[in-house]
Nanobody, 122 residues
Framework: QVQLAESGGGLVQAGGSLRLSCAASGRTSSSAVMGWFRQAPGKERGFVAAISWTVGNTYYADSVKGRFTISRDIAKNTVYLQMNSLKPEDTAVYYC???????????????WGQGTQVTVSS
């Protein structure tokens, strides 16, 4: 089992930036992919970005391409999500997740963090 702990959420004005961090511990060797998902009030949780742990290939939802960047620090077992040009519609709880296969399907992600709130004001 992999334990995940997110940090870095908060309140920011539209156009601003935030960086989320996700520290992994436990059986991290079982995770081939790390991802970020988000859930806005009244909506289902959806995919945001992911990164393959060993190669570093990145994947993004269309809604965040060009604005968000996912990266990882293997030595620190940490994944980051740099969010720029934030919009009010980016407001959501952001979850970090880990999975054994490099796919963006939510069902693949077996370990989840507790979530961190991101609020973008207009």
């Amino acid at each position: 089992q992999v334990q995940l702990a997110e940090s870095g959420g908060g309140l920011v004005q539209a156009g601003g930036s935030l960086r989320l961090s996700c520290a992994a511990s436990g059986r991290t060797s079982s995770s081939a992919v790390m991802g970020w998902f988000r859930q806005a009030p009244g909506k289902e949780r959806g995919f945001v970005a992911a990164i393959s742990w060993t190669v570093g290939n990145t994947y993004y939802a269309d809604s965040v391409k060009g604005r968000f960047t996912i990266s990882r620090d293997i030595a620190k077992n940490t994944v980051y999500l740099q969010m720029n040009s934030l919009k009010p519609e980016d407001t959501a709880v952001y979850y970090c997740a880990a999975g054994p296969i490099v796919t963006m399907k939510e069902s693949n992600f077996r370990s989840w963090g507790q979530g961190t709130q991101v609020t973008v004001s207009s």
